[in-house]
């Protein structure tokens, strides 16, 4: 993919890059709709990526083309401002790096990708890294992984205006191959957990619903997230000094459900349970225990349906299906929800007629075949040479 990239862009701008990057995707395995909450998650960077290759230019202008798109456009990079197209990603980048003070002017640019985007896997944060890592080599900028995810979140919450946690361009950019990666979002501490390959692999079907998070019910979700919180700290249920959901305890639930509507509650209860749930299957997956692991995530899933009322017919099918068949530990919708894809956590000689019988029974009650794939935990973004 790199080497047709760089053909592509040396005949659209008349010259070779001389500097390219990627960054994949992740898949959440456990930890959704906590990252915002200042919680804990457990993803994986999976070996789908973006490709980014970069030139520099002698004036402000930055052209930018999309492969996937079949698209080009250009903005100044002196004069930044939204424009609610797809180049709003490209100027959020640019964006970000500005504001941290470096000094990036024009450039010429050519992105490919085969995360698929408005699917849970994280497209979004995965351009905004591959980009951002692609300036930091070209300039030689000594930007670490860290501060690389730092400013491609600055660049989506900040410029293109996505009320994102930092989940997503952490993943990205600290992944490591053969393991997840939990991460408290509220210190940003990042420990690998590995998986176990040789037992283990992990399964991916997309629904088929799309949904960017600037048009679904995620901003209504992290409001209601707000106001749970507040309702909480009001009414003396929190502890003293609380600032997210993270602060409250399962301890705190029977006091939560008498003080709070029975909506606010069911949001409250989800985030709280989830963060016990990825330290489980964080202890889970270090004692090999996979069986342990899926019944988190199945109750991962019914708290997601339920109580955050994120998943859809679709979303429910996959993980229903999948679940009632032999080699499957467990599954659940990966990422905000309201469309997009499910994980399955499957026994690595059952994978292939898993994904067989999850694509087969699904065709039966939609009508459609699922794309149905199997994922690899994998390294996050780096420079490529060219």
Request: glycine share 12%; net charge neutral.
């Amino acid at each position: 993919m790199l080497a047709g990239l760089a053909q592509e862009f040396k005949a659209r701008f008349g010259r070779a890059p001389v500097f390219g990057a990627r960054a994949p995707g992740r898949v959440n395995l456990i930890g959704e709709h906590t990252d915002y909450n200042e919680g804990l998650v457990l993803p994986c960077a999976i070996d789908r990526d973006t490709l980014a290759v970069v030139a520099p230019r002698t004036d402000a202008r930055v052209r930018a083309f999309s492969r996937e798109r079949g698209e080009e456009g250009s903005f100044e990079a002196t004069d930044l401002r939204r424009a609610g197209d797809w180049l709003d990603y490209v100027r959020g980048a640019w964006f970000a790096l500005c504001d941290a003070g470096f000094p990036v002017r024009g450039f010429d640019v050519a992105i490919a990708s085969d995360v698929p985007p408005e699917s849970g896997l994280s497209s979004s944060a995965a351009l905004g890294l591959a980009l951002v890592t692609a300036v930091d080599g070209c300039l030689e900028l000594g930007l670490d992984a860290a501060l690389r995810a730092r400013l491609a979140h600055r660049g989506e919450s900040g410029f293109v205006g996505v009320a994102c946690g930092i989940m997503d361009p952490f993943a990205s950019s600290l992944g490591r191959r053969d393991c997840a990666l939990r991460i408290d979002c509220r210190s940003l501490e990042v420990r690998p957990v590995p998986l176990p390959g040789s037992r283990l692999r992990l399964l991916i079907a997309h629904s088929g619903v799309t949904r960017p998070l600037l048009g679904s019910g995620y901003g209504e979700r992290r409001e209601q997230c707000r106001r749970g919180l507040a309702a909480a700290v009001a009414a003396g249920v929190a502890p003293e000094g609380a600032t997210a959901l993270r602060d409250l305890g399962p301890e705190r639930l029977p006091a939560l459900e008498r003080a709070l509507d029975p909506l606010l509650f069911r949001r409250v209860r989800h985030v709280v349970s989830e963060n016990e749930r990825v330290e489980a299957v964080c202890a889970a997956l270090a004692a090999g225990d996979l069986e342990a692991a899926g019944a988190r995530l199945r109750d991962g899933m019914r708290s997601l349906r339920e109580d955050f009322e994120v998943s859809t017919p679709e979303l429910d099918a996959l993980c229903e299906i999948a679940d009632a068949r032999p080699g499957v530990y467990g599954s659940r919708l990966t990422g905000a929800g309201f469309g997009g894809c499910s994980v399955h956590l499957v026994a690595a000689g059952a994978a292939e007629e898993v994904a067989r019988d999850i694509a087969a029974g699904f065709e039966r009650r939609f009508g459609r075949r699922p794309p149905v794939h199997a994922a690899v935990a994998a390294d996050g973004a780096a420079a490529l040479p060219l």
